[in-house]
Structure formats: structure tokens, C-alpha cells
């Protein structure tokens, strides 16, 4: 439930940043593959994750 959760409040904020935006997309997505690496090692928490996805 909280995969679901977490994957939809990604999709909905990529929706709202990116906005057909090429650079913008660019810079979202390294921002995002920063925090799922860094979920992935353990380094944050899944809440830390959504209160910093909120935050992009």
C-alpha cells in the first residue's frame, strides 16, 4: 500500500513540474534517481522519501 502511495504521488508531482518541459524533466529526474538510490541503500527512510518528493 505504501509502494502504491508513493508511486502515485511521484507520478502526479512529475506531472506537475516537467510540464512538457524537456530540461526541467532532465532535472526532475535526477533529482528522483537520487532519492530512490538513496532509499535503495537504506539512507532514507519511505516517509523521508515523501516529504522529499513533496519538496522537489
Known sequence: ????????LIDRKARDVTKNNVV???CFSAQLEDLMNRYM????????????????
Open 1 to 8: 500500500m505504501a509502494t502504491s502511495s508513493l508511486r502515485r
Open 24 to 26: 526541467r524533466q532532465e
Open 41 to 56: 541503500r537504506q539512507q532514507l527512510t519511505g516517509a523521508a522519501v515523501v516529504v522529499a518528493v513533496a519538496g522537489l
